[in-house]
Structure formats: structure tokens, C-alpha cells
């Protein structure tokens, strides 16, 4: 006769074995849910305080960075407000490069030249020529005897009309021309000393002479220069 097969059945220990292991293993799951977020949040929590240190000693670094480049930039600003001599000098030889340059004897009008002794920008402004160099500026203008008054008429009228305040005033006597110059304090927001003020007084006319420069020693070649103003020969 054949026999089935039998059925295995869990006994009683196992299954209460297998109830414990469930519930122990539950148990296990529901501590590590509980207590993994707050290890999470800790973990988080540092790394932002390491990231806000760092930030920190970011900032620290620039602005030691930035003190120190002020200090090295003061020192320099001190060490260059006085330029050498030397480049002081190149400084004052650029002349623009926009406007035509004269040096040398200059004709101004048909009647009247000047000669200069360096070279000049030119242009003119209002019907006036001026002749300028970094720091120094010659501004002329031309006037025709149209009253055909003397000359020595002519250089009264212009003494006339010299301020009080005028001081170093000069008179010359050339055969041809008359001359007559002073030195004159004005208010100027540059660094210009006292203007000379010229005037050559000729046959036919006149030349006024406005004179500017920064520095004292350029006194010489303002004489200089208003000696030089020449008429025309009558041809």
C-alpha cells in the first residue's frame, strides 16, 4: 500500500523561536529609524561649522590683505609726491601731439615775428595766437594803428592802463620799437606765479604780450621772449 508523503509542521518552540526574531527584529529597525536622523543632523551641523570657520578665515585674510596693500600704497604715494628732477624735467617737455609745433624766430603777422627758445604748441584762440609748453603759455594779440597815433603816444595810453597793483615795471627804448612790461599777482586756481604782461609798441601797430608759468625760474626766458618781438622793416 502507498504511503503519502507527510506534511511538515512548525512546532510550537519554533514558531514562538520565530515570533521573538520578528519582534526582535522590529525592534531593531524602529531604534535605528529613531536614532539615525539625529546622527545625520549632527554630521550636517559640523560640516557647517567647519564651512562658516572657513568663511571666516577667508575674511580674515582679505581684509589683512587689504590693510597691508594700503599701507604699501601709502608708502608709495609718499615716496612718489615729489617726482625726481629728472623726470620733472621729461614731464615738461611734452608738447601735444594735436596742435603744430614752432621754435625759433616765428612769424606771427606780416609785421611782427618772435623767436622762442623751445619748442611751442600754436593755435589760435579768438582771434589771439597763443603759443604754449606744458607749464608755460604765451598769449598775443596783434593791434593795428588805426588812429595813426606816435608811438609814444600809443605806450602812454598803455602805461595808462596799468593796474596799481602792477610791480617790477620796466621800460625800453629800442630804435624802431618801444617796450614796456611788468609783473602783475592775479587769482588762479593753477599753481601759476605772478603773469608778466608785455607790450611792443611799433609803427604800425602794437603787440600784447600775456605770459604764464608755474615756476619762478622761467622769469628769464618770459624777459627773453618779450625782447625778441621784432617789426617788420618797411620794405
Known sequence: MDESPSKSRLS???????????GSAMLCCGIGAVLLPPAIQQAQEAQKRQQAAENLRQIGLALQNYHDTQRLGQKATEQITELP????????????????????????????????????????????LVIWRPGFTIWVSALNND??????????RLREDVSSDAFDVEDVSEEGVLRLRY????????????????????????????????????LEKAKQIWLSVKEAEPS
Open 85 to 128: 628732477k629728472n623726470i620733472a624735467s621729461q614731464e615738461k617737455t611734452v608738447l601735444h601731439p594735436e596742435f603744430p609745433v614752432v621754435e625759433g624766430k616765428y612769424q606771427m603777422t606780416e609785421e611782427w615775428s618772435i623767436t622762442l627758445p623751445d619748442k611751442f604748441n600754436r593755435r589760435v584762440e579768438n582771434g589771439d
Open 12 to 22: 510550537p518552540v519554533m514558531i514562538v523561536v520565530l515570533v521573538v526574531l520578528a
Open 183 to 218: 609783473r602783475l599777482n592775479e587769482e588762479s586756481e593753477d599753481r601759476r606765479v605772478a603773469a608778466f604782461y608785455g607790450f611792443v609798441v611799433g609803427v604800425n601797430g602794437h603787440i600784447q604780450l600775456g605770459i604764464y608759468f608755474d615756476d619762478e625760474g622761467d
Open 147 to 156: 588812429k595813426n597815433e606816435s608811438k609814444e603816444d600809443r605806450l602812454a
